[in-house]
C-alpha cells in the first residue's frame, strides 16, 4: 500500500465501500485525516477508463458521449462564474497555463487578454480542438513529464488535481513552472460541502454514495489542501464557492438524486416555466433566494468547490516579509 501522500502515515480507516459506481474502498489516513480511493489499476487500465467509461457516465450531456467541439459549447454555458474568480489575475503581459482543462473553454476566455496562453491535457481530442479551433498552443501530455520551456505567471487547474495519482508530485510541478511572483489557481471538490452532512437520512446515504467516485483518487478538505501546498513549499489562501443551484440542493433534499444533465443543475433556478403571474413570480422568488444561498454555501465553506490561490514561499514578496 502507498503511504499518506501528505503524513507519509500507513494506518488508514476504510470510511465508506459503497460508491457511485458500486463497491470501492475509500479510507482515510489515521494520523492526518487526508482521504483516498484505494483503486489498485494500472495506467492502462486507468487510460482506459478515462477513453471509454468515463466520457459517458461524467459526460456533460447525461450519458450521451459528445465531441470536443460539444463538450466547448456546453462548458462555455456555465463557465462565467469561475471565469469571474480567474479574471483579477489577468493583465496583458502575461502567461498563463491551464493543466486539464478540457477542451479549452477557460483559456479561450483569458487568451484575448493576456500575452500567451498554453493548455497541457491528457485527452487529444480536447488537444486537436484548442490548436486547431481556438489556436491555442496546447500539448497532450502528462505535466510532470512534459518539457516546457517557460514559465508562467498563472497556472491554473479545475476540477483535476482529486483525478490524479500523484497529487503531490503535481503540484511540485506546478510550482517549479511558477514565474517569480506567479501564482497558482486551483479549484478541487470540497469533502466537507453541505451535501455531504445535511440532507435527511435516506437522502444523505444517497448523496453519500454519489459523492465517493471511481475518478476521484484523493479528497480534500480546506486543511488537508492547506497542508499538501505547505508541504510543496507554497504559501495558500482558500475560499469557497457552489456552483450547484439552490434547486439542485432541494432536489437532493427531496428524491435523493442528481439532476439529469450538468448545465441545468448548475444553471437553472426557475421553478415553472410558463409565463403566468403566479409562475413569474415564483422564479422571481427563487432568483432572489438563489444569490443569498450561494453566499451561505461560500461563507460557512459548505459550497461543493474549494479555490486556492498558491505562492512560492520563496517569492520576493514572502521573502520582504521574513525581512
Ligand atoms: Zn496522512
Redesign the pocket.
Known amino acids: 500500500m502507498k503511504p499518506?501522500?501528505?503524513?507519509?502515515?500507513r494506518k488508514f480507516k476504510t470510511i465508506a465501500t459503497k460508491i457511485r459506481e458500486g463497491d470501492g474502498v475509500i479510507a482515510q489516513?489515521a494520523?492526518?485525516?487526508?482521504i483516498v480511493q484505494f483503486l489498485h489499476w494500472d495506467e492502462k487500465r486507468l487510460r482506459n477508463y478515462y477513453e471509454k467509461e468515463y466520457q459517458i457516465t461524467n459526460s456533460l450531456i447525461s450519458g450521451k458521449r459528445i465531441s470536443a467541439r460539444e463538450h466547448f459549447e456546453e462548458r462555455i454555458k456555465t463557465i462565467g462564474p469561475l471565469f469571474e474568480r480567474v479574471r483579477p489575475f489577468l493583465s496583458s503581459g502575461m502567461k498563463v497555463l491551464e493543466i486539464g482543462g478540457g477542451p479549452g473553454a477557460l483559456l479561450s476566455l483569458c487568451k484575448p487578454l493576456v500575452k500567451k496562453c498554453i493548455g497541457v491535457e491528457l485527452n487529444t481530442e480536447f488537444v486537436k480542438f484548442m490548436q486547431r479551433d481556438l489556436s491555442i498552443e496546447a500539448y497532450a501530455a502528462d505535466i510532470n513529464k512534459l518539457q516546457l520551456k517557460d514559465r508562467f505567471d498563472l497556472v491554473v487547474m479545475i476540477n483535476t488535481l482529486d483525478h490524479l495519482p500523484n497529487p503531490l508530485e503535481t503540484l511540485t510541478t506546478m510550482k517549479n513552472l511558477l514565474s517569480e511572483g506567479g501564482r497558482i489557481y486551483l479549484e478541487i471538490p470540497n469533502r466537507d460541502e453541505a451535501l455531504n452532512f445535511y440532507l435527511p437520512q435516506l437522502q444523505l446515504a444517497d448523496f453519500r454514495k454519489f459523492f465517493w467516485h471511481r475518478a476521484h483518487l484523493y479528497y480534500f478538505t480546506k486543511d488537508t489542501i492547506a497542508a499538501l501546498f505547505n508541504k510543496c513549499g507554497l504559501h495558500i489562501r482558500t475560499t469557497c464557492r457552489h456552483e450547484y443551484t439552490l434547486k439542485n440542493y432541494m432536489n437532493w433534499y427531496f428524491t435523493g438524486r442528481p439532476q439529469p444533465g450538468f448545465v441545468s443543475a448548475v444553471s437553472k433556478n426557475e421553478l415553472f416555466g410558463g409565463k403566468s403571474d403566479f409562475e413569474t413570480r415564483m422564479n422571481k422568488l427563487f432568483a432572489g433566494t438563489e444569490k443569498e444561498f450561494k453566499k451561505i454555501m461560500s461563507e460557512t465553506f459548505r459550497g461543493d468547490t474549494l479555490c486556492c490561490i498558491g505562492w512560492h514561499t520563496d517569492s520576493p514578496k514572502a521573502r520582504r516579509r521574513r525581512a
Open positions: 499518506c501522500e501528505l503524513c507519509e502515515s489516513c494520523k492526518c485525516g487526508f
